[in-house]
């Protein structure tokens, strides 16, 4: 029974900083990869960032020098550290990991950034 539970987001004016978190449970395995997807209304999802064990990361060019992606393994929990938040930020954010071959997603967590 893998749980993803999203937390974090909320309203933020233009420029402010917010820090989503993802943790897992009901599992066993170390969580490996970890990747945060957004969908705004009437966009596609993208892939916003990823970390893998060992430190490895990708960043979705929107976002590059502005979000960070981190993982604490030992909790079993991600992170995305959003700073400079833009209007165009705003979305629906998920969180998403594989755990033996299988893909889990979160319920999501609404950004909002508007003055």
């Known amino acids: 029974q893998v749980q993803l539970v999203e937390s974090g987001g909320g309203l933020v004016q233009p420029g402010g900083s917010l820090r989503l978190s993802c943790a897992v449970s009901?599992?066993?395995?170390?969580?490996?990869?970890m990747g945060w997807y957004r969908q705004a209304p009437g966009k596609e999802r993208e892939l916003v960032a990823q970390?893998?064990?060992?430190?490895?990361?990708y960043y979705a060019d929107s976002v590059k020098g502005r979000f960070t992606i981190s993982s604490d393994n030992a909790k079993n929990t991600g992170y995305l550290q959003m700073n400079s938040l833009k209007p165009e930020d705003t979305a629906v954010y998920y969180c998403?990991?594989?755990?033996?071959?299988?893909?889990?997603w979160g319920q999501g967590t609404q950004v909002t950034v508007s003055s």
């Open positions: 998403t990991t594989n755990i033996a071959r299988v893909n889990y």
């Open positions: 009901g599992t066993a395995f170390t969580i490996y990869i």
């Open positions: 970390i893998i064990s060992g430190g490895s990361t």
